[in-house]
């Protein structure tokens, strides 16, 4: 049912867009060096009171058709902004994050062009919801489902695991991806609001309620690889401990990230 039993679970624990996109993606960026507020993060309304929380609207597709437009983050807005080396991170791409400060919410902006792979292998590394192959390449990954799927969209359940003694957190989020002919993507994941879960709370888990992707892939120009481009926000609720922190930024995150290059070479070789 792609979920591992809380005992073995501890035990285991225990051992249009050109110009126009770029300028709204700057947009972004800007509020993001100001604010903490997803709402604002993501530039929607600052009275969001008559939207529906979690809901996928135009404004979200246009932002994902931006991203690879988006330049840098500026470092003189927001020192709070650091670049990943190049040594870990996927081939190809650059990748910036951001804590706030107090708080467990981070950000990640990611661009570029990863050569020698499909775009089908990106989408489905990113987005893919089945159990057993996420397992097989990232041992964090404790559920996995598609709760419910109405049209275009999906609510995705994924549980994470989390260094012990935290918590594991539990995402329940709302999906739409969208592609083209000509190979090209975009997808945007958020999360489903409290209100309209009718999900019983596992006492065991913390379920993240601040949570957002937007991706977009396209063939590259030249044919041979695919331009990738991401704005991920997470915050796993509450004060993470400076360890965590640190453990995260310099071995979790270089880790995650190898693991995901390395499943989207494996299956671009699989598929080819």
Not at 43 to 49: I, L, Q, R, T, V
Not at 214 to 224: A, E, L
Request: hydrophobic content about 35%; glycine content about 6%.
């Amino acid at each position: 049912d792609g979920n591992e039993s809380r005992k073995s679970r501890v035990a285991r624990r225990r051992g249009a867009c050109g110009k126009q996109m770029a300028y709204k993606t700057m947009k972004i960026y800007s509020r993001l060096c100001c604010y903490g507020s997803i709402l604002v993060l993501l530039g929607f309304p600052a009275d969001s009171s008559k939207m529906e929380a979690g809901a996928i609207t135009d404004e979200d597709l246009d932002i994902c058709h931006g991203l690879l437009h988006q330049d840098a983050p500026d470092v003189s807005l927001d020192s709070s902004w650091k670049e990943l080396p190049r040594g870990q991170v996927p081939d190809g791409l650059r990748v910036w994050g951001k804590l706030k400060e107090g708080t467990a919410a981070t950000t990640f902006v990611a661009s570029g062009t990863m050569h020698n792979v499909t775009s089908m292998a990106v989408l489905t590394t990113f987005e893919g919801t089945n159990y057993t192959q996420r397992k097989a390449w990232d041992p964090s990954c404790l559920a996995l489902n598609v709760i419910s799927s109405h049209e275009t969209e999906q609510i995705v359940r994924w549980v994470t695991d989390l260094p012990w003694p935290l918590s594991d957190r539990e995402y329940i989020f709302r999906r739409r991806i969208v592609c083209r002919e000509d190979g090209s993507c975009v997808a945007v994941s958020k999360t489903v609001s409290e209100e309209s879960l009718l999900i019983a709370r596992d006492p065991s888990l913390v379920r993240v309620r601040d949570f957002v992707q937007y991706s977009q892939i396209r063939p590259s120009k030249d044919g041979k690889g695919v331009d990738v481009g991401l704005l991920y926000r997470n915050d796993l609720e509450g004060s993470l401990p400076h360890w965590v922190v640190k453990w995260f930024s310099n071995i979790g995150l270089p880790i995650y990230l190898k693991q995901i290059e390395k499943e989207i070479r494996s299956y671009s070789s699989f598929v080819q």
